[in-house]
């Protein structure tokens, strides 16, 4: 089992920066590959971006270039910093974790509460 806290989403202007943070809890070691997702109520999850166990990331093609994901592993904390953040980007923020590589797919078994991010214009 593994339990995900997500925090540092709030309300910013559009350009502004913000950063997540995900802290993971929990059976970590067996479930090392985490990513983050979010969606807009009525739509589909959308991954935005993973980290792999040697460090290298991906992410999704609306926010490449913007977006930045880090892991602290003696922390067990998932970051996103989120650079000129656009009215788009709103959304509920979601942090996932397993011990299957599902890169950007909406299939991990752990899944936080989420954490809301709104970009006004």
């Known amino acids: 089992q593994v339990q995900l806290v997500e925090s540092g989403g709030g309300s910013v202007q559009a350009g502004g920066s913000l950063r997540l943070s995900c802290a993971a809890s929990?059976?970590?070691?067996?479930?090392?590959?985490m990513a983050w997702f979010r969606q807009v109520t009525g739509k589909k999850r959308e991954g935005v971006a993973i980290?792999?166990?040697?460090?290298?990331?991906a992410y999704g093609a609306s926010v490449k270039g913007r977006f930045t994901i880090s892991k602290d592993n003696a922390q067990n904390t998932l970051y996103l910093q989120m650079n000129s953040l656009k009215p788009e980007d709103t959304a509920m923020y979601y942090c996932?974790?397993?011990?299957?590589?599902?890169?950007?797919?909406?299939?991990?078994?752990?899944w936080g509460q989420g954490t809301q991010v709104t970009v006004s214009s």
């Open positions: 996932a974790a397993d011990r299957v590589q599902w890169w950007l797919l909406p299939s991990y078994k752990y």
């Open positions: 980290i792999d166990t040697d460090g290298s990331t």
């Open positions: 929990g059976d970590t070691y067996s479930n090392p590959y």
